[in-house]
T-cell receptor, first 117, second 110 residues
């Protein structure tokens, strides 16, 4: 049973380019969460998605950032017109459901490390 | 004052030693997470516990909800246990918005 898969593991972009990060949750998990970890800091929640639905995007910057989790395929975190401050590790997590509700257990991917030059 | 505090911040020990990392929190929570992160690596969820004690291999986590305190213990520590250990508490009963401790950097010397 594969864990949470994220790709790419490392991504380098120049200022102004777009970054796309992908996350495939664990098999059977339909809830996906994205977090950002700035250097020497803890994880900050960004967005919570279910298939075809954004549940909570309160942690997402209002501009340049978007996320989706289509019916088919991985969840995608998209950062447009990247700036140096976007350089961070972006982690995805998924959680299982029990009776339709998340159990609260979080299974993390290896993260995608974005470097903006 | 941070709502989740860990101690110590750094811990260096010899292989085989018994390790204890502490976490205190000021928020009311339903469960607490312990996670492990290797340098430049991913995050592994070690435990989610709401009461008592959980054990997985050489790792033991305990929590006292009344005292708002949790501990992570490692028995027979090994160099591969070297990592940052983080405790995190749910923010306002959320399952996914977590208040993270600063982490404890553990180094186990052979």
């Amino acid at each position: 049973n594969a864990g949470v898969m994220q790709n790419p593991r490392h991504l380098v972009r120049r200022r102004g380019q777009e970054a796309r990060l992908r996350c495939s949750p664990m098999k059977g998990h339909s809830h996906v969460y994205w977090y950002r970890q700035l250097p020497e800091e803890g994880l900050k929640f960004m967005v919570y998605l279910q298939k075809e639905n954004i549940i909570d995007e309160s942690g997402m910057p209002k501009e340049r950032f978007s996320a989706e989790f289509p019916k088919e395929g991985p969840s995608i975190l998209r950062i447009q017109q990247v700036v140096r401050g976007d350089s961070a590790a972006y982690f995805c997590a998924s959680s299982p459901l029990l009776a339709g509700v998340s159990t609260g257990e979080l299974f993390f991917g290896e993260g995608s490390r974005l470097t903006v030059l | 004052k941070n709502e989740v505090e860990q101690s110590p911040q750094n811990l260096t020990a010899q292989e085989g030693e018994f390790i204890t990392i502490n976490c205190s929190y000021s928020v009311g929570i339903s469960a607490l997470h312990w996670l492990q992160q290797h340098p430049g690596g991913g995050i592994v969820s070690l435990f989610m516990l709401s009461s008592g004690k959980k054990k997985h291999g050489r790792l033991i986590a305990t929590i006292n909800i009344q005292e708002k305190h949790s501990s992570l213990h490692i028995t027979a520590s090994h160099p591969r246990d070297s990592a940052v250990y983080i405790c995190a508490a749910p923010f306002m009963d959320s399952n996914y918005q977590l208040i993270w401790g600063a982490g404890t950097k553990l180094i186990i010397k052979p």
